[in-house]
Structures are given as C-alpha cells and as structure tokens.
C-alpha cells in the first residue's frame, strides 16, 4: 500500500504477542486524512524512531507507562513536516519533533511539539542528541560517575545507547569495555568508536574473554541487556561499583523468569560484601529537567568531533514491524529509525 496524498496510513497493534511479535502483532490501516480544526496542525511524517520501550507499551504486564490499546495506533517520537497550520505557533514547512507514531500523518494541537532546524541533521533529534543518548549521558554520569582510569562495561555498545555510554565514559577518562553481538559490531566499537575492548556476547567462552579485558574488575557497569551479560558480569565488579540500570532487553520477549538455579541471593550477597549500587531509572520522569544541560554538551562535543554514531535506516512504514522484531533480536547495527516519506 503506497502512502498517498488523501489517505492516511497507519499501524495499530492488532493483538499483544506472547513472546516475540509476530505477524499477527500488527496491522496496516488506511483512513481517510485527517482536516486541521482551529488550533490544530496537520504533521506529516518523515522519520519514525524504533526504540526497545515499545515492547513493553504492547505488554498489559504492570510497567511505569500505561500500554497501547488493542486496535491504537502505535506510539513513538518522530521528526515531521507541518503541512497544514491553523496554529498560530507552527507555520506550514516547520519541521517539529513530534511523539506522532508509527502512520503518515497525524493531528496535532501544538503540545510537546519542538521546532528542528532544518538543517538536514534532524534525524539527531531521534538519536545521539534525543532520548537515546540523553539516556546515555544521565546514566552513565549521574549514577555511574566513572573516575579516570576506572572500568567501565557497557553492552549493546553499537547500539544507540551504549555506543554513547562507552564514549562518554572514555572522555572522562575510563578504561572502556563494549559487549556486542557479532564480529562487525565489535570491529567498530574499538576501530571507529574508539573502545578499549569489544566481546562478542554470543561468543561460547564469552564469560572468559570478558574477565580477561577486565584485568582490575568492573567498576561501572551500564546494565542494557541482563541476562547471560550480566551473570558474566557479576563476579568481576569491584567493591563500590556503581550499576545504573537502564534496560533489560535480553528480558523483553520473556514469557517466564529463566530456568536455573535461583540467582538472587547471590546478586543480594554481591551487593551488600561489595557494597555496590544498583539504581534504576527512567529517563524523561527522572532526569526531564536536565534535558538542556545534556544537550549543550553533546553538541559541543558534537561539534568537536568527540562523538561519534551510526544510524540504521529502514525505508517505508509498512517495514516497521519486521525492524522492531529485528531490534529485538539485535539485527540493527546504530540508532534504528524508519524513513518515511522522501522529504
Ligand atoms: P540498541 O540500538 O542498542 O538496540 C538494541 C540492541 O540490544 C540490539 O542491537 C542488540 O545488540 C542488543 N541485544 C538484544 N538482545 C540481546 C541479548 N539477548 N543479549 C545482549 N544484547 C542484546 O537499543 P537502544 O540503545 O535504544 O537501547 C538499549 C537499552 O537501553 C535497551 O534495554 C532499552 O530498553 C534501554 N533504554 C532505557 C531507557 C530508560 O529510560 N531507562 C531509555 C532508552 C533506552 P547486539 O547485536 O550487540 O547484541
């Protein structure tokens, strides 16, 4: 179904999944395009991010966001174009930073909208200057507060998150070990990124190799994954180690705890001998008033040439669901966002 001029398409959650999305997760809806009443503006979409959250917004399992309704249209932050105003804040040819979701169009009445320069970099807005690595920035140095020449573990490190936890980290001067999955994804976390280390989490003497590139243990460890990472992980930090835990996706497609020994007074013990910090968070709801700080710094260093990031494109909306199936599972290789209209 080609996106056209009088039609809006949209995808909705159709059922929630037992386990990991499936075709039967989502489907594709036409309706007609929406008008602009007074107030409202008519955005239409270019880019629509892909982040690990949504699997638990199409989850009822009790969480700190209430769940898409079955037969809505999926949430998600976009970049869009203002293509019809009768808003006196948003003039037609705006580009907005929108929270418009996974269809071509949306109405909008000018909340939480943010104006981007059109300045061919708005995709950033999604990524290393958005949500991702405001993420990034908070967790690893509010509650990871790396020292120099401490060691700092981050997994998902090609990804839109960790790739910026680990490049952060090495600006303050930690010692700087990535987990990823795949040899080309730790090829340029070290190579491009600038890592100190990379270990393919898949690899059968992963364990091992991780303790070998972390000779004096771990003191920040940024908790993406869970999972066989973190039981990896475990032994090797240091007493006072700092542990922000950020996401667990490893964990996302789980229909049941794992099978195994029960861990949990082993993590407990950990913590209390070692006296290490575990500390969650949520970013927009715990750090929503620093989002100006962050932003200034990543744009110097931006513009310094300090940091560096990858995006994963996927053209067409109809894609979406099959790329975050495929995040899920690690198939992206950068900050995954969908194109949708050439603009
Ligand atoms: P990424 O761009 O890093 O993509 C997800 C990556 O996770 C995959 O590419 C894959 O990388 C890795 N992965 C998937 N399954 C596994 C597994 N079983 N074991 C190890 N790695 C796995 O995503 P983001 O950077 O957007 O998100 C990273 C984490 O941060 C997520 O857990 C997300 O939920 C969390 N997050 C939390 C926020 C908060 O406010 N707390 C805000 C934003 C993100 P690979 O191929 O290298 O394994």
Redesign the pocket.
Known sequence: MPQTADRNRSIVLQQRPHGAPDAATFSLTETALPAPQEGQLLLRTVLLSL???MRGRISDAPSYAAPVAVGAVMVGATVARVVASRHAGFAVGQLVLSYSGWQDYALSDGTGLTVLADDGHAVRALGVLG??GF?AYM?LLDIGQPAAGETVVV????????SLVGQIARLKGARVVG????AD?CRYVVDELGFDACID?RAADFAAQLAAACPAGIDVYFE??G???FDAVLPLLNSKARVPV?????N?NATALPAGPDRLGLLTRTILTKRIRMQ?????DDYGARFGEFHAQMSAWLRDGKIKFREDIVDGLENAPQAFSG??????????VIRLASD
């Not at 998902?156 to 960790?162: E, F, I, K, N, Y």
């Not at 950020?246 to 490893?250: D, F, L, M, N, S």
């Not at 995040?327 to 995954?336: I, M, Q, S, T």
């Open positions: 982040d690990p959250y949500m991702p993420t967790g997994a998902a490190a090609s990804g839109a998150v960790g987990i990823a999955g795949g994804k989490h993406n994954v999972g066989a990472v950020c996401g667990q996706i490893a996302y969650g968070f949520i970013i927009f995040l899920l599972e690690g198939k992206n290789f950068g900050k995954l």
